[in-house]
DNA sequence: TGTTCACTTGACACTGTGTAAAGTTGACAC
DNA sequence: GTGTCAACTTTACACAGTGTCAAGTGAACA
């Protein structure tokens, strides 16, 4: 998500903050954590914060794509393309989305939370969702290519198929509920997957 | 869900609250929607829901159980118990919360969105997805007696995926960003427990 | 007629966001 | 050394929203 970056690379106290609001919303969730205590994670004084983002909602939205960047989801996803066969490049796909939802999950909720008041954290979020749509629809071409998807079913049902596997919000929502491992979760969207997919 | 409700009926403000809440929360979005907004809808005055409900978590969380009882899903759910063969059944039992997903939608949100704030507003949640998985493990049972289920998957698995399957945040979310129409949405929900559940 | 209940009005304490202004500190330029 | 610039600090405040409190109203009912 997001390759593009400012040119300029980020300044050390932004990227603190950025830091302090990822880990903290992983640990209480959004609700639960203000300025003030991004504030004294990093460090430096409330006001400082607001010298760096404009407010709580670009800061939110800013962490995203920071974490996008410090995880380098776009080369994890990409790494994916240089599987052999279709249904190896699915799997690949699939494990790396999947494994990444645990590190963004807590801003994600965040993201999700912002929805119905700012603009920017819904276009974000919609992104987000849009490019793990585009991500699917490379995978399933693939599949398609090596002839291994069932006649009946079009590409964009397939797709569509996909996508909701990896929504992010209630997958993880429920491994947790249910106690799944991270290992299981993965197997288990790889074998839904593929069960939908192939005959 | 709750088919225990309070002895004594509900009365006539508290509900009025109730449904005035329901209507912003589907139109605005949790994090749009203000005490005094629901007071205003309702016709009373801000304090005056202060004597309904202690806060605003538990008037969010009395609003879900409150719709439960309405739209009568208890009794929704229980119809697919008569679904003569148990693809039937299962087919039935996801139509019935396929289709009372979006009365719930706002609602749903804003109590995932309290669960960091909120005691009982986690408690709900969990609550609602164990009523889900509970549901399906019935619905797959009744599968599994007619023996149609495939050798390699057991009870527990099947229920996990159609747990999946149903749980209501991100499939909404999915069925809007894709323009999928309600019945669309329902039918995809149906062929992909299928497709996960049978051989 | 008096009591009670549901509600109203107005005031206020508290928390959190965001803004504004003036002061500090360190680095770097000359 | 002196000036200056940027990043940050402290203090203060405006504003919105939640939740509380106290006194008052008005209709129903005994």
């Known amino acids: 998500m997001s390759s593009a970056q400012s ?41 400082a914060v607001y010298l760096h983002f404009p407010s709580r909602a670009e800061l939110l939205v800013a962490t995203t794509r920071h974490i996008d960047q410090v995880k380098n989801v776009d ?21 790396a ?11 994600a909720r965040a993201l999700i939370a912002l929805q119905d008041q700012d603009e920017d954290a819904r276009a974000a979020w919609t992104d987000r969702m849009n490019a793990v749509r585009h991500g699917c629809a490379a995978a399933v071409a693939a599949l398609s290519r ?41 197997e288990l969207m790889q074998r839904t997957a593929r069960r939908a997919l192939l005959r």
Do not use: F
Request: aromatic residues 6%; glycine residues 8%.
């Open 97 to 107: 989305w999947g494994n990444y939802i645990p590190e963004i999950h807590g801003v």
């Open 146 to 186: 090596d002839n291994q998807l069932s006649a009946e079913l079009s590409e964009r049902e397939a797709t569509d198929l996909l996508c909701s596997l990896l929504s992010v919000e209630s997958w993880e929502q429920l491994r947790q509920l249910c106690g799944w491992s991270q290992a299981r979760y993965v």
């Open 7 to 47: 040119p300029k690379q980020e300044s050390d106290t932004r990227s603190r903050i950025l830091d302090s609001a990822w880990k903290l919303l992983a640990g209480k969730g959004a609700g639960a954590v203000r300025m003030s205590d991004i504030a004294k994670q990093t460090g430096i004084s409330r006001q």
């Open 75 to 95: 080369e994890r996803l990409a790494a994916s393309r240089s599987a052999r066969s279709g249904i190896e490049r699915l799997d690949a796909y699939i494990a």
